[in-house]
């Protein structure tokens, strides 16, 4: 039988606790009708009005927090809420306001200014203050958006990169438990706190493999984490690989009746729908993020959607995960941005994304630090001309580099392009920064055919012809490329022999598709034409 695995650490406060895994950086998201902040009241974000609120909101509850506390504690909560009521924080959102047009990124990124200045410290106790200011941008950002930080379970063992003092001192710490950080520090005001109120802490233990109820075990006194049989220290990323057709392949066992592979994935909207996936079975050919980030306090909270996307990927496993970038704009708001000059122009997809690049960086850093946790690829909505994913390219390159300063887990995802827009479509052997291309047929349709998106439904089926013939050639052009199909085209079985036929062996659909999609493609040969016996 395995031996439990023991991890050297630091040690932050003597004692030994165990307990019940909680990992911090790996928070259920909830079904987008459970989700808190659906309801009108918290979509409402405002102006300097509502951040003026949310603020007092957050001193409010900091005063809760220090009614009864001990002087130690009392000064860590003072010091949150001077930062809250310093007058320069609200002077360099204002001015951020005026050029951003939206509170809710104007105060993360000046928050997100002072915490990246700490985190370049010489000092650490400097450094360690980092994590304080991270405590009260994510209290603001939760009060905006109606989602206050949750509490953890008594008696568990918190596990995460690092963790916030309001978060320590709103625990009941009375029925035990301890702390084992990935990173943190020594003099930071939770290993402060965690001495004062003897509960066992570690720090510096690398990023190790748990999940949410594993036994631990933290020995303060040693320096020390104990793993169930089987943990492991995760290693520092390697370079990701950038797909081929072989890699998207080689995995499934679906085959057409001449015996040539054929990948089968499926679209997905919300997150819990992964629940029901099946690992062994399929990837996730296309995530729709707008659905899981439906208001301007969710784009702008690195971490809520660093968790929606670990979870999708750690729940397909070694199954490939594409996840589209915001596709919002036009017909599709975010909620608390409907009024933004760039909406109110009709831009759309990665032109707003551009346009709007607090946005876009947010997301982005979501994404670099998820893809350590599965085989994540990124798509761009709404692609028209090369220089939009130049440009989208280099702003992970810059986000990635700020993430390596700040010594956080991340990895370069391949990044595709969604291909939906007829001029596109007839370019594609000019995108040469694309790892790979996806037919959207939807908007496809409705652009080739010039519908209005009430009126595609009757359209699709008279345009379909001059679709596929769009598709059949620009396949020849995608170089050797990944492609599949994502698109409402790709789940009707209708049009499979026209999808074969133009050279697809990759299609992504509703998961209610899937069954009759796999009958129909084990019916045809690989050249669209009906087997024999058929």
């Known amino acids: 039988m395995a031996e439990p695995l023991r991890l050297k650490a630091k040690s932050a406060s003597p004692g030994i606790a165990s307990g019940p895994a909680f990992l911090a950086e790996e928070p259920k998201a909830p079904s987008a009708a459970e989700r808190p902040d659906a309801a009108p009241a918290s979509r409402a974000v405002g102006g300097y009005g509502a951040l003026e609120k949310a603020i007092d909101i957050s001193i409010g509850e900091l005063e809760h927090l220090a009614d009864g506390a001990d002087a130690e504690s009392r000064d860590i909560i003072d010091f949150q809420i001077e930062v809250l009521r310093d007058p320069t924080i609200a002077e360099a959102t204002g001015a951020r306001m005026e ?55 008594p008696g568990s063992v918190f596990v995460g990169k690092d963790m916030e003092p309001s978060r320590f001192l709103a625990h009941d710490w009375s029925k035990g438990g301890g702390i084992a950080l990935f990173a943190g520090s020594t003099a930071g005001h939770v290993a402060l706190l965690a001495r004062a109120q003897s509960v066992p802490m570690v720090v510096g233990t690398g990023r190790f493999s748990a999940a949410d109820g594993d036994p631990v075990r933290v020995d303060g006194d040693a320096g020390a984490v104990v793993l169930k049989a089987g943990g492991m220290l995760i290693p520092s990323p390697v370079p990701a690989r950038t797909p081929t057709a072989d890699t998207q392949t080689a995995s499934g066992e679906l085959r057409t009746a001449d015996g040539v592979p054929i990948l089968l994935s499926i679209n997905i909207n919300d997150p819990a729908e992964i629940d029901a996936l099946d690992p062994a079975t399929a990837g996730v050919g296309l995530m729709r993020s707008e659905f899981s980030i439906t208001s301007v306090a969710d784009a702008a909270n690195e971490e809520r959607q660093l968790a ?83 440009r989208m390219r280099e702003l992970f390159r810059e986000e990635a580099e700020k993430l390596g300063r700040r010594a956080l887990l991340h990895r370069m995802p391949p990044i595709g392009m969604m291909v939906e827009v007829p001029a596109a479509a007839l370019m594609l052997d000019t995108f040469g920064a694309a790892a790979f291309f996806s037919f959207g047929t939807n908007d496809l349709t409705q652009y080739l055919a010039a519908s209005a998106r009430d009126d595609i439904d009757a359209d699709a089926g008279k345009a379909a012809p001059a679709v596929l013939r769009l598709i059949a050639q620009a396949v020849k052009l995608t170089a050797g490329k990944p492609v599949s199909i994502c698109g409402d085209m790709a789940g009707d079985p209708s049009y499979l022999p026209g999808l074969l036929a133009a050279g697809l062996r990759h299609f992504s659909v509703a998961p209610a598709r899937r069954p009759a999609i796999r009958s129909a493609i084990i019916g045809l040969n690989a050249d669209g034409t009906r087997a024999a016996g058929e």
């Open 99 to 153: 050029a951003d047009g939206n509170v809710v990124f104007a105060w993360a990124a000046t928050l997100d200014a002072y915490i990246g200045e700490l985190e370049a410290a010489d000092e650490e106790q400097m450094r360690a203050r980092a994590v304080d200011i991270l405590d009260i941008k994510n209290r603001v950002l939760g009060a905006l958006a109606g989602t206050p930080i949750a509490d953890f379970p």
């Open 308 to 390: 929606i996307y670990r979870r999708v990927l750690e729940q397909a496993g070694d199954r490939p995960v594409t996840i589209r970038m915001l596709d919002i704009g036009g017909d599709k708001p975010l909620a608390g941005l409907e009024d933004l000059p760039a909406l109110a122009s009709g831009l759309r997809g990665i032109r707003l994304l551009l346009a709007r690049p607090e946005i876009a960086r947010v997301q982005a850093r979501a994404m670099l630090r998820a893809a350590v946790f599965g085989r994540l690829s990124v798509m761009l909505p709404m692609v028209t001309f090369p220089d939009e994913i130049d």
